[in-house]
């Protein structure tokens, strides 16, 4: 609870403190009481008796001269009344005159906000109004009276008027689509209907009224003079649809040959047979010669030619944009392929062994990872049986150092100890690998010397295949791009 408002009481230390909550207390510098202190009760009373006293008085003066009496108004200036505001908003409670100025002032803003909104909406009807009535070759009147339609029209007469206005709408939107299409004097209908028919200002239009309204609308683009053209609401202005004087046969012919020749390789005899079959072929001829006509024949012609060019250019690199990201989706996928048989050889073949064995177990796969191609299957799988091999006479090798067999034993007679003693080491590996891990740890260093040769072969072999992959793919793109010049050509 916070003191907002504080007023002293004349004739006594005391002041009247009103807080945030509306309740009142008085203070006199010392203590703060609810109750009003009798000090306070004798000054107002004295107060009011002297105010009736001069009231009164005052009253018997008037009526003397004959004056009405007339209660006193609150005067405030600016500076007042938004402290006023500001109290308000904080919550404070004002006097009921100073209420009254406040809810006043609310109700004189809400209504001239409401005049205003009223009198722009007025303003913008009128200036559509009379935009529609200019485009449709009206003349308008400006009167200096307006009339509230509200208070003049009845409920029937509000019907017919909404009826009005929606049609004047529907006709100013459709002349708005002609105007953003660049419909201009020597415009044809079916050729814009092609263009705008799914437009919805295009379908609200009524179908019976849609031709003639297009025909008012290039009338009124007509030549103006000095390069400009008429808009829509009739007005003299310069924009892409600009046609001099001098140069509106020419105009009118280009907009006829843009309609009837579509083909850069048409004959000039039998474009000319379909140009004078066309209705509009009279006003577009009109003061060009036949030479004039065919040097605007041939710069359409070249026109259309470039057009086709540029058209058939887009295209082909639209191809080879396309063929490069097949190429590469083709490269990726069968990167993704190979990576998959690779983790297949790594689940199903864990020892050395020969492709027949193999092979059944790979193309049972549930997850379809088998490589189509059967000729790098087999290969990838050799280089893993081969890479397990060596992996198997490191690892045989390493058991052998540990055993200290004797060096002068024979693989057969190693293979019998080995199983005589029954070491469980040695069960993974079957014979032949048993063996030549023999013969390669009593080779020494000449076993490690062949390991090495085996490592650059396979090393080597890989290199190979990976050139023969390279050109292959090197050919395949080049006959690509060959062909692709080809047609070009």
């Not at 003061?287 to 710069?299: A, I, K, P, S, T």
């Not at 990726?332 to 193999?358: C, F, I, K, N, T």
Request: proline share 2%; net charge negative.
């Amino acid at each position: 609870m916070k003191p907002v408002a504080t007023k002293p009481i004349a004739g006594t230390p005391w002041q009247e403190v009103t807080t945030d909550t509306g309740h009142v207390y008085w203070y006199d510098g010392k203590e703060a009481v609810w109750e009003i202190p009798d000090a306070v009760k004798l000054a107002k009373e004295g107060g009011r008796d002297v105010a009736a006293g001069a009231d009164a008085a005052n009253d018997e003066r008037k009526d003397r001269r004959g004056v009405k009496r007339q209660k006193p108004a609150v005067v405030v200036d600016a500076k007042m009344m938004a402290a006023m505001r500001r109290a308000k908003a904080n919550g404070a409670v004002l006097a009921p005159e100073y209420e009254a100025l406040l809810a006043e002032e609310l109700r004189a803003k809400k209504k001239d906000a409401s005049a205003g909104k009223k009198k722009k909406e007025k303003k913008k009807k009128k200036e559509k109004k009379e935009r529609v009535a200019i485009a449709d070759g009206l003349e308008v009147e400006d009167f200096d009276v307006e009339f509230d339609e509200d208070e003049i029209l009845g409920e029937e007469d509000k019907g017919e008027k909404n009826d009005n206005d929606a049609v004047v709408n529907v006709d100013a939107s459709y002349r708005e689509l002609l105007r953003e299409h660049g419909v201009h004097q020597f415009s044809r209908y079916e050729t814009v209907e092609k263009k705008v028919g799914g437009d919805a200002r295009w379908i609200a239009m009524d179908p019976r009224k849609r031709r003639a309204v297009f025909e008012v609308f290039c009338a009124s683009k007509g030549v103006v003079g000095g390069g400009s053209t008429q808009d829509g609401a009739g007005n003299g202005v310069k924009n892409k649809n600009n046609i001099k004087a001098k140069d509106r046969p020419s105009a009118a012919f280009n907009a006829l040959l843009q309609d009837v020749v579509k083909d850069h390789a048409a004959p000039w005899a039998a474009s000319l047979g379909r140009l004078k079959n066309d209705s509009r072929y009279g006003d577009a001829a009109g003061g060009l010669g036949e030479g004039d006509m065919r040097r605007l024949f041939d710069d359409h012609c070249g026109k259309l030619r470039v057009a086709q060019q540029k058209r058939k250019a887009g295209e082909r690199a639209h191809q080879r944009e396309k063929q490069a990201a097949e190429r590469r989706q083709q490269y990726h996928s069968r990167e993704e392929q190979v990576a998959h048989y690779a983790a297949l050889l790594a689940e199903v073949v864990r020892v050395p062994g020969s492709w027949d064995e193999v092979v059944g177990s790979l193309r049972a796969d549930p997850q379809k990872r088998m490589l189509a191609d059967e000729e790098t299957a087999r290969r990838m799988h050799a280089e893993h049986v081969e890479r397990l091999r060596r992996v198997a006479l490191r690892k045989l090798g390493g058991l052998f150092a540990t055993r200290k067999f004797d060096t002068s034993l024979s693989g057969a007679a190693v293979v019998e100890l080995i199983e005589d003693t029954e070491d469980v080491e040695f069960l993974e590996f079957d014979e032949a690998l048993v063996t030549d891990a023999w013969r390669v740890h009593c080779g020494g260093e000449g076993g490690k010397e062949a390991g090495e040769e085996a490592e650059e072969d396979g090393q080597e072999d890989g290199q190979e295949d990976g050139q023969e992959d390279g050109q292959e793919d090197g050919q395949e793109d080049g006959q690509e791009e060959g062909a692709i010049q080809d047609e070009d050509r």
